[in-house]
């Protein structure tokens, strides 16, 4: 049984019309499909479908005919449209039978709270004929497992702080059972570089994966990863290792500096451990990121050991009165300039004693652009022991996105500088 399941289909189903309005985010398909990842398994399908209970039926023919294991949230509850159970029962033709002793539960569940059960949860007490009850601590809709003909079929709770500690607890020690798959995984994390010019960098890779790799390139602004998983299934898992870590070395060296990070922390962890190796220190000054580069700084658990201090000086007048911005370099060459950037970074350095300061300064958006300035100049700069350089960058996106990769470029910038005084001092 178990080697015949491995390679099968796996799918999730989030029941709930809320779940189709952009008032509700669906999450619990990013647990289930993390906790799948532990045994090896991977999701084929995702589906989010409405309470009406036809499309519910709909879904759940297409999923039974080509899935073994469908897991299947929300839609037991009390009311009249939680239809889960009675939609598996019409597309399995099986009865809802009623249980006394879930009943009882949710009755003592109520009286133990000092209320009254409601009429409508005996609604809850129905299950499908041949399923197993899977309890529910922490709510009144129990979960089932309805196991029929080399299917697996297990309908959970919606709310997230029911359905977590059922998959844990109960779901995840039966699946087991069906046996596990160690996979080799690894996330290369780069930034500075497109998600295009990233392919193209890695093309000699592909010719090369061995059988079972699955190379998986996610990309976002300023930041793009390259996920490598493997099964390991065979009799020598040596030669399986040896061939994934091969791949990843050629793909670390092909990208080269653009790669700060081979084990998938993210760049501010990455910075905290050469700052805290060199036994350096830093502080930054903010103006168009507004605090988030400090945020993502001291984010990382022990920052204190090197982070002295960030401000945020948001005012032509701010930049002056906290880091000595001269008032006649801004009107000259205004608050979004490599000359201010410059002096704000210079400023922080000698206000904070920090060895490094960062700065951050630009026109986020969405408004506030002109043709000499667009939305997205941003400036960014560093100062260090002897001297200081700066960054122009024209980002692209949403105000949200353009903060970020402000921050990013400032720590990427801090990072490479670390690297490339790392080897002065080596050479």
């Known amino acids: 049984?178990?080697?015949?399941?491995?390679?099968?289909?796996?799918?999730?189903?989030?029941?709930?019309s809320e779940l189709l309005t952009p008032y509700f985010l669906e999450t619990n398909s990013l647990f289930i499909s993390e906790k799948l990842q532990e045994l090896g398994w991977q999701l084929s399908y995702k589906t989010v479908v409405s309470d009406q209970l036809e499309e519910l039926k709909q879904v759940l023919r297409i999923a039974w005919k080509r899935s073994w294991l469908i897991l299947v949230s929300g839609g037991l509850g009390p009311t009249d449209d939680d239809r889960t159970r009675q939609a598996v029962a019409e597309v399995l033709r099986v009865r809802l039978v009623f249980n006394r002793k879930i009943l009882d539960n949710i009755r003592q569940r109520f009286e133990s709270r000092g209320l009254k059960m409601t009429p409508s949860n005996r609604r809850q007490a129905y299950v499908i004929e041949g399923?197993?009850?899977?309890?529910?601590?922490?709510?009144?809709?129990?979960?089932?497992?309805?196991?029929?003909?080399?299917?697996?079929?297990?309908?959970?709770?919606?709310?997230?702080?029911?359905l977590k500690p059922m998959v844990e607890n109960l779901v995840l020690p039966r699946l087991r059972k069906f046996g596990e798959v160690r996979v080799l995984r690894s996330v290369i994390r780069i930034t500075g570089a497109g998600e295009s010019m990233v392919e193209d960098l890695i093309k000699p890779v592909y010719r090369h994966l061995p059988s079972g790799l699955r190379l998986i390139t996610l990309a976002s602004p300023a930041d793009v990863q390259i996920r490598l998983e493997m099964p390991v299934r065979s009799v020598r898992p040596e030669v399986e290792e040896k061939a994934f870590h091969r791949v990843k070395t050629r793909i670390v060296s092909l990208l080269g500096q653009l790669v700060y990070s081979a084990e998938g922390q993210p760049l501010e962890q990455v910075v905290g451990e050469q700052l805290r190796a060199s036994g350096w220190t830093l502080a930054c000054a903010e103006s168009c990121s507004g605090g988030l580069l400090a945020n993502r700084i001291t984010s990382i658990p022990g920052s204190s050991d090197y982070f002295l201090e960030g401000v945020v000086t948001y005012s032509n007048r701010s930049k002056t009165l906290e880091l000595g911005v001269p008032e006649e370099l801004i009107a000259d060459k205004g608050a979004v300039s490599e000359e201010v950037a410059r002096a704000m970074a210079e400023g922080m350095r000698k206000k904070s004693g920090a060895d490094f300061a960062l700065s951050t300064t630009g026109i986020a958006g969405?408004?506030?652009?002109?043709?000499?300035?667009?939305?997205?100049?941003?400036?960014?700069?560093l100062a260090f022991p002897g001297g200081s350089i700066v960054s122009r960058n024209l980002f692209r996106g949403s105000r949200e996105q353009v903060k970020f990769q402000a921050t990013q470029k400032a720590l990427d910038m801090l990072r490479l500088k670390l690297l490339e005084m790392k080897k002065e001092a080596c050479s």
């Open 366 to 381: 969405p408004g506030g652009g002109s043709q000499a300035k667009p939305v997205g100049l941003v400036y960014v700069a």
């Open 1 to 16: 049984m178990k080697n015949r399941f491995q390679a099968k289909t796996v799918e999730f189903i989030a029941v709930g």
């Open 131 to 162: 399923a197993e009850v899977l309890e529910n601590p922490n709510g009144t809709a129990p979960g089932l497992w309805l196991q029929k003909r080399n299917r697996v079929m297990v309908l959970l709770p919606g709310p997230p702080s029911e």
